[in-house]
């Protein structure tokens, strides 16, 4: 059996760090990890270990949730450069504004550094609420930047929205249904100020994922195409078509295919070509959210993951709008995404100390089995000397059976408690035999998740996973978790 030794990078693959740390994560040749961030002077690169002791000597304990806000603001600039490279390398003739959505994370940190950050990319949020709305006045100061309101909006928000129109801020009221135009006809009427209208389209297109409630025609939000004519219709009638520049739908967050995406993007083009027919002035379609994080790192449409890029997210969308909207010579729109899970979650670390461990390790065992013991330990014993890398499906039945036997024994008071004892050490030292086997055997044994399952430590951690994550036990959200240290040592047989 060939033990090779075990380095940093081993734990690298092992955990998937590189796959899954979009190169801001990654592990020291002394097994630590690494968050490199963008630095005033070039790029930075800090270990958590050391970041762990930073934090201790300021009298603080883990757990701790830190926030990287350079890896906030490398976000927003990798996903505004993105679409810009794709908007210049394919000739698009329109600009992009992302919106971050505020009820991703209302932190008002996070809402600071996004403003901040993206005001030189002309970046702006999303408000689903009148406090987000006023969060976001009170945030963006770029003209350029764009707030986009969706949500339901009663006479206060709309009131809120045509001020701050009125002071020069880019603020659309997406109507989600029907019942909400003519509140923002009447309070544009009243304050005498023109309001910049989008609507959200329910669109055919179903996207696959986690979160594909909110697409296809059951999904709650946004408005038939049939409910679309008529707004149309009466905008028309009010003669205040004008106001309508902006087609928005969401497909759904996390959307891990990108067929989906192109789909879904082929669809609303159409929408939006046929808006500017109906007479509409357009110039803005919004794509709502849907970018994917690779949480697991396997890179397929597998629902944690995506099949794709952030360059070819942007590339797809930019080619989908121009060969589409060319042939009928509509002009390019501005293009707007919602990304938010995509914005910020790389920025936010929990960290928490690892108190105690169960580990399946056998206990000692006896030189000579006596004579007296039952037949079916004995047996046990035989499968250390007999296991190898052909025979390891026989085995593990074996073992399984004869522990099995023996269980049942002592419940019939046949064996007793030092007996069954003596099995179970048995028995798990067999376990961890195949497991080392399993790795020289010529072919894949496939009982090894399972072993793997049966014999890794059980690790207890000081959190609160209701306070800390409790996307995990509600919405079955998965993040990547590693040790931050002693990576460049091997685990034992069975761990991780
Ligand atoms: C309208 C809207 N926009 C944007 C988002 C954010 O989506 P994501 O986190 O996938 O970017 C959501 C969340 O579901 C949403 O409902």
Not at 11 to 39: C, H, M, P, R
Not at 436 to 456: G, H, I, N, T
Request: a negative charge; proline letters at 5%.
């Amino acid at each position: 059996m060939v033990h090779h030794a075990w380095t940093a990078s081993h734990s690298a693959e092992l955990y998937g760090i590189n796959d899954w740390g979009a190169g801001y994560f990654s592990v020291s040749d002394k097994g630590e990890i690494l968050v490199t961030a963008q630095g005033e002077s070039g790029p930075l690169k800090i270990s958590m270990l050391d970041l762990v002791k930073d934090i201790k000597e300021r009298g603080m304990d883990m757990p701790v949730l830190v926030r990287f806000e350079n890896l906030l603001a490398q976000q927003i600039a990798r996903l505004n450069n993105a679409f810009n490279n794709a908007i210049e390398q394919s000739g698009y003739r329109g600009k992009y504004r992302g919106v971050f959505p505020v009820k991703v994370n209302q932190q008002c940190h996070v809402i600071e550094e996004i403003a901040q950050v993206g005001a030189k990319y002309g970046h702006g949020l999303e408000a689903g609420s009148k406090p987000e709305l006023i969060i976001a006045l009170a945030n963006l100061e770029s003209p350029e930047a764009c707030i986009v309101c969706n949500g339901y909006k009663d006479a206060e928000f709309i009131d809120l929205g045509l001020q701050a129109c009125k002071m020069g801020y880019r603020v659309f009221f997406v109507i989600e249904t029907p019942s909400e135009l003519p509140i923002i006809l009447e309070r544009s009427r009243a304050l005498g100020i023109q309001p910049l209208i989008g609507i959200r389209v329910k669109l055919a297109s179903m996207v696959g994922g986690h979160w594909n409630a909110t697409s296809g025609d059951r999904s709650i939000f946004g408005v038939t195409i049939a409910q679309l004519i008529n707004l149309v219709d009466t905008l028309k009638a009010e003669g205040m078509l004008d106001c309508l520049q902006l087609l928005h739908y969401h497909l759904g967050s996390q959307i891990p295919n990108i067929r989906d995406i192109r789909t879904g993007v082929l669809e609303a083009c159409q929408v939006y070509m046929d808006l500017v027919r109906e007479g509409a002035r357009m110039g803005y379609l919004d794509l709502g959210g849907g970018l994917a994080v690779d949480y697991d790192g396997s890179k397929t449409n597998y629902v944690h993951s995506r099949n794709y890029t952030l360059d070819e997210y942007c590339a797809d969308i930019v080619d989908v709008i121009m060969t589409t909207l060319d042939p009928n010579e509509i002009a390019h729109p501005t293009i707007i995404t919602e990304s938010g899970r995509a914005t910020v979650a790389y920025s936010s670390v929990l960290l928490f100390n690892v108190l105690d461990v169960a580990s399946f390790e056998p206990g000692p065992l006896p030189e000579v089995i006596s004579e007296e013991e039952h037949a079916m330990i004995h047996n046990l014993k035989e499968l250390l000397k007999t296991a190898n890398v052909r025979n390891l499906q026989e085995c593990y039945n074996d073992a399984l059976f004869y522990r099995d036997e023996i269980r049942e024994l002592f419940k019939r008071g046949q064996v007793n408690l030092r007996s069954r004892s003596l099995s179970e050490n048995l028995f798990l030292k067999v376990m961890q035999r195949l497991l080392v086997l399993a790795e020289d055997a010529p072919r894949e044994f496939s009982e090894l998740p399972r072993l793997k399952e049966q014999l890794s430590d059980i690790y207890y951690c000081n959190f609160s996973l209701f306070q800390s994550l409790p996307d995990i036990w509600a919405i079955d959200q998965i993040f990547p978790i590693a040790p931050i240290h002693r990576l460049e040592e091997r685990p034992p047989p069975g761990r991780p």
